[in-house]
């Protein structure tokens, strides 16, 4: 049986959101807050955080009323805007519409968190000596930086694609 469009991106936004979220009641339960534990040795670990702000803090030192605009309204605007242009847009490849379901996944299961508890459970972090190195971050941070990926290899694909055939 083949879903239909519009029933595959709702699908996809809410698998996002779902393991995000299912990701972050396990920790919520199971690890405290600034606790360390080594995934792989000291390169990957997971320890919660609780992130008032956007990404890596940045806006957690806002007043309530600016953080109430910029972190949850705004989000929620951009957010709604991306849904319905995925869902009116019947052009987008298949990669694209993929990458704009993790990208709305990832930011609503973000957004959800900011409403329900003051912020955002981040659990993950990357250090590889110095080489790469990460801040802490979350399934739907994952979700959201795996969509930008996608989308900037479907650029890549469509301008390849624009090229062969003029």
Same mark, same amino acid.
């Given at each position: 049986?083949?879903?239909?469009?519009?029933?595959?991106?709702?699908?996809?936004?809410?698998?996002?959101?779902?393991?995000?979220?299912?990701?972050?009641?396990?920790?919520?339960?199971?690890?405290?807050?600034?606790?360390?534990?080594?995934?792989?040795?000291?390169?990957?670990?997971?320890?919660?955080?609780?992130?008032? $702000?956007?990404?890596?803090?940045? &806006?957690?030192?806002?007043?309530?009323?600016?953080?109430?605009? !910029?972190?949850? +309204? #705004?989000? *929620?605007?951009?957010?709604?805007?991306?849904?319905?242009?995925?869902?009116?847009?019947?052009?987008?490849?298949?990669?694209?519409?993929?990458?704009?379901?993790?990208?709305?996944?990832?930011?609503?299961?973000?957004?959800?968190?900011?409403?329900?508890?003051?912020?955002?459970?981040?659990?993950?972090?990357?250090?590889? $000596?110095?080489?790469?190195?990460? &801040?802490?971050?979350?399934?739907?941070?994952?979700?959201?930086? !795996?969509?930008? +990926? #996608?989308? *900037?290899?479907?650029?890549?694909?469509?301008?390849?694609?624009?090229?062969?055939?003029?």
């Amino acid at each position: 049986m083949k879903l239909s469009r519009t029933l595959s991106i709702i699908v996809l936004i809410i698998a996002n959101i779902a393991i995000d979220q299912i990701s972050k009641i396990i920790v919520r339960a199971k690890i405290a807050q600034y606790e360390i534990i080594e995934l792989i040795g000291d390169f990957f670990i997971m320890t919660k955080v609780e992130n008032e $702000g956007a990404f890596l803090g940045m &806006g957690s030192d806002l007043s309530p009323t600016l953080k109430w605009v !910029f972190l949850l +309204i #705004l989000p *929620v605007i951009v957010l709604g805007g991306v849904v319905y242009y995925i869902l009116t847009n019947k052009s987008l490849d298949r990669l694209s519409l993929i990458a704009f379901c993790c990208i709305v996944g990832g930011g609503i299961a973000n957004v959800f968190d900011r409403f329900m508890y003051g912020s955002v459970t981040d659990f993950f972090h990357i250090d590889l $000596g110095g080489i790469f190195r990460t &801040g802490i971050f979350n399934v739907a941070d994952m979700s959201v930086s !795996f969509g930008m +990926i #996608l989308l *900037v290899i479907s650029s890549f694909k469509q301008r390849k694609q624009e090229k062969l055939n003029s």
